[in-house]
């Protein structure tokens, strides 16, 4: 199925995509500071540049898009139809990029936790998700 857009469109929407500060992002940090945690963001020093840090307790959280990242299983993961060198190419590099960056991590003694996109829908479940891989 070709794109519904025009090429100029299709680059306007892109370019509003954003890396950091995203909706989702910003709902997972307001659940944890309500909790009274306190982290650092996007801290350059650590593989992948994780979305929220907690240094002392050594745990890092991942907030990914489920398109960007490839959610296994999840219907806003599916790969665009048009185009698909470029997409499955540049999504297969997301797949492994993520994958490296939670080994390094990982190695170097951090927890990680990745929220998904989709998973930020349901505020309970999410809290919930948060509370127990914070309290560990």
């Known amino acids: 199925m070709p794109d519904v857009f025009q090429p100029e469109e299709r680059s306007r ?42 240094p002392r307790r050594k745990k890092v959280i991942f907030v990914h898009g489920c398109f960007w990242h490839q959610h296994e299983g999840c219907p806003h993961a599916a790969r665009p139809t048009s185009n698909t060198e470029y997409w499955n190419k540049k999504l297969d590099r997301n797949i492994i990029r993520d994958r490296e960056h939670l080994q390094k991590l990982e190695y170097l003694g951090w927890n990680v ?15 919930e998700k948060l509370r127990r891989f914070l309290s560990s």
């Not at 936790?113 to 809290?127: N, P």
């Open 13 to 54: 929407i892109m370019s509003r995509v954003r890396a950091e500060d995203t909706s989702p992002e910003k709902l997972v940090r307001s659940l944890i500071h309500r909790m009274g945690y306190r982290f650092r963001l996007h801290v350059k020093d650590l593989p992948g540049k994780p979305d929220i840090v907690l």
């Open 113 to 127: 936790l990745i929220v998904w996109e989709c998973e930020t829908r349901d505020r309970e479940q999410l809290t």
